[in-house]
């Protein structure tokens, strides 16, 4: 399986920043994965980051909230933009295996929305 | 600390018995199933998959069953240790396509 560094592991913010967590992976991977953990809540996919095309983005997420960059294979970035304190929540990213159909996540950020 | 089980459903079972994780799904087209195990400060941790053409799939300690006749998953662990104390989802997809949906997941709590 991938290793996957997420940065920063957690961080509290006031209202009106924006934040951007990095994802960076050890082997290149086509396709990283963005979700946000609601607390007490399960994973919801925020959008699919491939190296070389704009993100897509699921139902309930536009690109002006979480700007999403994929510039290589092993790295990719999402932006929380001007946090509110609804935005409080676990990001987590993904990167698909060898396997393709099997995702591997990182630690996740912790965000706290003042 | 961790606020991940907060709202979910809490299983609880003594040190040594066996434990069972029910997990219903939603989409029929769905043709390939996930369970993770998300301990608390921890992303989710890859335990065992299963394809819609298997109805079970053993792993070390662990088993999962499919029925794809009522939509529902399942998910065994042998002899259970306090190191499974954790909150476990399950996932599917369709199309051999990367884009997985979660269960609503469930607190596994290990007694001693």
């Known amino acids: 399986s991938a290793v996957i560094s997420q940065k920063p592991s957690r961080d509290i913010c006031q209202r009106g920043t924006s934040l951007t967590i990095q994802c960076q992976v050890d082997?290149?991977?086509?396709?990283m994965f963005w979700y946000r953990q609601q607390p007490g809540q399960s994973l919801t996919l925020i959008a699919t980051?491939?190296?070389?095309?704009?993100?897509?983005?699921e139902s309930g997420f536009v690109i002006d909230k979480f700007p999403i960059s994929r510039p290589n294979l092993t790295f990719s970035t999402l932006t929380v933009s001007n946090m509110s304190p609804e935005d409080s929540s676990i990001y987590l990213c993904?990167?698909?295996?060898?396997?393709?159909?099997?995702?591997?996540f990182g630690a996740g950020t912790r965000l706290s929305v003042l | 600390g961790e606020s991940v089980g907060l709202h979910l459903p809490t299983l609880s079972v003594q040190e040594g018995d066996n434990s069972i994780i029910n997990c219903a799904y939603s989409n029929s087209a769905s043709d390939y199933f996930i369970w993770y195990k998300q301990e608390s400060g921890k992303g989710p941790q890859f335990i065992i998959d299963?394809?819609?053409?298997?109805d079970k799939r053993q792993g070390q300690r662990v088993t999962v069953l499919l029925n794809k006749t009522v939509k529902h998953l399942s998910l065994q662990i042998a002899a259970t240790q306090p190191g499974d104390s954790a909150v476990y989802f399950c996932?599917?997809?369709?199309?051999?396509?990367?884009?997985?949906?979660f269960g609503t997941g469930t607190q596994l709590k290990v007694e001693l």
């Open positions: 996932a599917e997809s369709t199309g051999g396509g990367n884009k997985l949906t």
């Open positions: 993904s990167v698909e295996g060898q396997g393709k159909d099997i995702q591997y």
């Open positions: 299963i394809r819609s053409n298997m």
């Open positions: 082997s290149q991977v086509t396709m």
């Open positions: 980051a491939n190296q070389g095309s704009e993100a897509t983005y």
